[in-house]
């Protein structure tokens, strides 16, 4: 999953290590050049005042002969003390170096433009990709290196703060806002054709069950022949109640049976399935309005394939603005290596995306997790 995205963050983050090591290299070297100077004028300074004092000690000696045995082991004493006090100098120089090394602009803008091409080649959304690097840039530009901390980190950290920040908009508790919300709750599916709604409608039917949560199916899509067959099969698969009508009948009147019937069953959530539909279809559109007016769902949560890339961002947006949605279900996350629609459709939208397809099977549904999903594109495994 998302395999060329994470190999590029990688490459991001060599190029700004290697660039910065460099920088840190000159610097400790140009620090010891300078430690060494001073010391060479220290020794300098000390053989000049060592002979002042021989010279005052010969005077001395001349005047007092017992005192001599004493002032030896002195001299020799302050010597072991001043080559001493010049390694501690040159040391602290270099740490002094190496705690100072500042990340500039320049340092970084070969590899964030690298990044933005990156970026943009994994078909994340135009402005989601300025916004990651504006953050990062934010968080980089100006950094201190410190002595112990390798830069990898300091890259690492900028990086996975930006994504997390872009990816993570809307977050909310989905779990907790299903088992708070009164019963039962409606949650309809909407998107383009064969991205999987469906098939999702199945994988969250087991996954409510899982949670101790009741389900029953009900097909809005009464536009396409052989809708009703194909989730009729899920249905009987998971064992759960379709409620359908035929093939030309009303989408709300559906739905608002699947809700009578979960009502006086004392089933949990209704699940409403949806014709497939473009969000410039008028009539379907209406569908969607009129579902809202006739059952008031609890969420309408938007599908699509993360292989779909930018046309799903887009997409997403669409149907946003055509119809509100509450959050968004990316199938085919599996089959999918770019990553971009992960990355951009919450901060485009301003809605979570809330969970991950990743198979055909019922259980190939993982919860979307922004932190886990930074940790993996950043992270060292295969
Ligand atoms: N690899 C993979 N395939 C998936 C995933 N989700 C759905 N599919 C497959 O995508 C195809 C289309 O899925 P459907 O659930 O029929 O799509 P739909 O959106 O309901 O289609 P319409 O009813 O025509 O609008 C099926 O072959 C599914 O098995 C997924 O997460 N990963």
């Known amino acids: 999953m998302f395999d060329s995205?994470?190999?590029?963050?990688?490459?991001?983050?060599?190029?700004?290590?290697?660039?910065?090591?460099?920088?840190?290299?000159?610097?400790?070297?140009?620090?010891e050049?300078?430690?060494?100077a001073t010391a060479e004028a220290d020794a300098t300074a000390d053989a000049e005042a060592d002979a002042t004092?021989?010279?005052?000690?010969?005077?001395?000696?001349?005047?007092?002969?017992?005192?001599?045995?004493?002032?030896?082991?002195?001299?020799?004493?302050?010597?072991?003390?001043?080559?001493?006090?010049?390694?501690?100098?040159?040391?602290?120089?270099?740490?002094?170096?190496k705690g100072e090394i500042v990340i500039e602009e320049q340092d970084v803008e070969d590899p964030l433009w690298e990044l933005e091409m990156?970026?943009?080649?994994?078909?994340?959304?135009?402005?989601?990709?300025?916004?990651?690097?504006e953050n990062i840039r934010e968080d980089l530009v100006g950094a201190t290196r410190s002595f112990n901390s390798e830069t990898a980190d300091v890259v690492e950290q900028a990086l996975h703060d930006s994504l997390l920040k872009v990816i993570s908009v809307?977050?909310?508790?989905?779990?907790?806002?299903?088992?708070?919300?009164?019963?039962?709750?409606?949650?309809?599916?909407t998107g383009v054709n064969g991205v999987g709604k469906t098939t999702t409608i199945a994988k969250l039917s087991r996954y409510f069950e899982e949670q101790g949560l009741s389900t029953v199916l009900a097909n809005g899509d009464t536009y396409r022949a052989g809708a009703n067959e194909q989730i009729q099969e899920h249905a009987d698969n998971l064992g759960k109640k379709l409620i359908s009508h035929e093939q030309g009948g009303d989408p709300a009147a559906v739905i608002y049976d699947a809700v009578e019937y979960a009502d006086s069953?004392?089933?949990?959530?209704?699940?409403?399935?949806?014709?497939g539909r473009l969000h410039t279809d008028e009539g379907l559109m209406d569908q969607l309005e009129k579902i809202g007016r006739v059952v008031d769902p609890d969420m309408t949560l938007f599908v699509d394939e993360a292989v779909a890339g930018q046309?799903?961002?887009?997409?997403?947006?669409?149907?946003?603005?055509?119809?509100?949605i509450d959050g968004a279900v990316l199938t085919k996350a599996d089959a999918d290596s770019q990553g971009g629609a992960a990355i951009s459709i919450a901060h485009v939208t301003g809605k979570p995306i809330l969970f991950l397809g990743v198979g055909q099977g019922y259980d190939d549904v993982e919860k979307f997790e922004p932190e886990e999903l930074v940790e993996s594109l950043l992270g060292d495994e295969e």
């Open 311 to 324: 046309d799903a961002v887009q997409r997403a947006k669409q149907f946003n603005e055509a119809a509100e």
């Open 118 to 133: 990156a970026l943009l080649e994994s078909d994340v959304e135009m402005n989601v990709a300025k916004e990651i690097l």
């Open 5 to 31: 995205l994470k190999d590029k963050l990688g490459s991001f983050r060599k190029d700004v290590e290697e660039t910065t090591e460099e920088k840190a290299e000159e610097a400790e070297a140009e620090a």
């Open 170 to 189: 809307g977050q909310f508790d989905f779990d907790q806002r299903i088992a708070q919300a009164d019963k039962p709750v409606t949650i309809i599916f």
């Open 53 to 97: 004092a021989e010279a005052e000690s010969t005077a001395e000696v001349t005047a007092d002969a017992g005192t001599q045995a004493a002032a030896e082991p002195e001299t020799a004493e302050s010597e072991e003390d001043d080559s001493s006090s010049d390694r501690s100098f040159a040391q602290k120089a270099k740490s002094f170096a």
């Open 265 to 275: 069953n004392g089933i949990d959530v209704v699940l409403g399935d949806t014709a």
């Open 33 to 36: 050049a300078e430690a060494e």
